[in-house]
């Protein structure tokens, strides 16, 4: 059983799992996630990091709401307003680059000006274009659109950089990082990349195997926009360094 519900504007998001299990195909019932407890104060960038495997997008489900078959409270941010972007883009074949990003908005915002969007994400002048003429890039582009197309308080990221070179990769998530401190939208990203995480976000939360939990947390004192590359590999070896300690007290206990 679980408490959902949406705060208040300026909330935090609040997610505590007691316990999340499924059922296997043959019958073992498999614990997930186990005693795991995020808070993501509003308007902040925070990043969920761990192995392949380990339960980050199952996580990720429950606080969209989109699992409720868990033990625990989920609280999120801003007045249910949700863009989220998972790890493949999900676009519809049939429709314009312009049609997928408008098919999230409601009917009475269905002819909103876009433009700066767009132009943010260097979409314009593929507005026309369909999905399968589109490099992969693009595709993510147009994803990151519709999710900031509704105007989002609340935004959650599956590995959305996944499978892209590292040029397109950091060009895509610079044009992120405009979008989110330009809207103050509540972010999570999902992710097993660190120097990603390092990157985008103020806050940083390390899941151990399963059945996942937090097993460290640490904020990130500097502006993202000072982190230059120097900065950005010194603070992954510190947070290197803390994760091995909080395995080994982990193991201890």
Known sequence: MNDAQTAGDAAPLELRIETKSFVSADGALVEVVRGLELRLEAGSFGALIGPSGCGKTTILKIAAGLDPDFRGQLRTPGSRCLGIVFQEPRLLPWRT????????LPADRANV???????????????ARYPGELSLGLA???AIARAFAVGPD?????????????ARAER?????????ARTKVTT????????EAVEMADRLFFLSDRPARIILEEALPMPRAARSQD?????CDEMRALLARAAIDAGAH
């Open 154 to 166: 609340f935004l959650l990221l599956d590995e959305p950089f996944v499978s892209l070179d590292e």
């Open 231 to 235: 900065v950005v590999g010194a603070i």
């Open 188 to 195: 999570l990203l999902v992710t097993h990349d660190l120097t």
């Open 113 to 127: 000006d876009l433009s700066d969007l767009f132009e943010t994400l260097g979409l314009g002048s593929h507005l």
């Open 97 to 104: 680059v312009e049609e997928n990003i408008r098919l999230a």
């Open 172 to 180: 895509l998530r610079e044009e992120l990082l405009a979008l989110t």
């Open 140 to 142: 993510r582009r147009t």
